[in-house]
């Protein structure tokens, strides 16, 4: 088969999933393009598999198409008509209702694919229904990615005198990252340092006291900027906890990988983590937009060394529940199903 795979507006764990998925096509003898504006490390990883990028859909030249990036979904939409396509739904469906506009674009690509595959849970169903409405339930495949094999390996504990504390995802203000910042700022009696994994561009709108007191201080609040595959990966092996404050989610790679590379977890209480995450067994949790919740969270957490054990543990322990192997032969197989 000749598939193509869109990354347009590629997020972080977008463009790792699909520059895998990739790999995993062409190991099994298909030919793959990629659709996008790519920057250069990404160009370079579709080079090495023997993969090339394109900037339009010529429907003559591709068998089939992966929708991995659901940005503009007008143009996926287009795609998806012109060619047999397996959409992979993998942003918080909140956000593509609230922020992304007429949710008659998002029924039209959904209807329009010949099979949707929500990166998501059973649980989220109800989330997700407005968006599937007069799609036939047997197109549809509900499919949470697990971590790679790399990131359950063990890590290095460093000789560092700091804790290192992680976030990621795309910087703007309904993530609320301006909650973690808060919540730094009532640590000052800890040695901390914050990391920001992420589109950083949006610092501006997380308003402009979070912002100066970012830029005061550079070395507490580190903007690394988008990481993906094993460069996402390496950093948060350098970290010590991570934290989650965005107020929607559907299914959070960077949530899966931290936990399957040992570190715990402090998450917003929110529904799409009601499923897997235990509040006290394999996470603490807080109430969002409460960054004095977060704050006590994070440090009863630095204070307790066998709570940290505890969660770190039982974090990894549930991270072997899903399978990045499954997820990705289940995917190949539904494209391959294409050409029946």
């Known amino acids: 088969m000749r598939v193509l795979i869109t990354l347009v507006g590629a997020q972080t764990e977008a463009v790792s999933r699909g520059i895998e998925l990739g790999r995993q096509l062409k190991a099994r003898g298909h030919t793959v393009s990629f659709l996008g504006a790519f920057p250069d490390v990404v160009q370079a990883a579709i080079r090495d598999m023997g ?187 350098e970290q010590d906890m991570y934290v989650h404050t965005a107020a929607d989610e559907a299914w959070s790679q960077a949530v899966i990988d931290s936990a399957a590379a040992g570190l715990p977890l402090v998450l917003s209480d929110i529904e799409a983590f009601a499923e897997t995450w235990v509040h006290g067994v394999n996470c603490l949790k807080f109430p969002i937009n409460r960054p004095d919740f977060l704050a006590s969270t994070i440090r009863m957490v630095l204070q307790d060394d066998a709570l940290r054990t505890s969660l770190s543990q039982a974090a990894q322990q549930t991270a072997r529940r899903f399978s990045a192997e499954r997820y990705f032969d289940t995917v190949v197989r539904a494209i391959e199903a294409l050409a029946a």
């Open 51 to 237: 993969a090339e990028a394109v900037t339009q859909v010529i429907a003559e030249q591709h068998d089939a198409a992966v929708i991995a990036s659901m940005a503009a979904p007008d143009r996926m939409t287009q795609v998806a008509r012109k060619l047999k396509s397996v959409v992979i739904a993998q942003e918080s469906l909140l956000d593509l209702m609230t922020l992304k506009g007429d949710i008659a674009h998002w029924v039209g690509l959904f209807r329009s694919a010949a099979r949707v595959v929500f990166l998501s849970q059973r649980q989220q169903e109800k989330v997700f229904a407005p968006f599937i409405s007069g799609v036939d339930p047997a197109r549809i495949l509900v499919l949470p990615c697990g971590a790679s094999k790399a990131a359950f390996e063990p890590r290095a504990r460093a000789d560092k005198d700091f804790f290192s504390i992680l976030t990621s995802g795309p910087v703007v203000q309904h993530r609320r990252q301006q909650d973690l910042i808060a919540a730094g700022e009532r640590l000052r009696d800890f040695s901390l340092v914050f990391t920001l994994m992420g589109d950083t561009s949006g610092l501006a709108s997380l308003g402009e006291s979070t912002q100066k007191v970012v830029e005061r201080h550079p070395v507490r609040y580190v903007l690394a900027g988008p990481r993906w595959g094993s460069a996402a990966l390496s950093l948060l092996r």
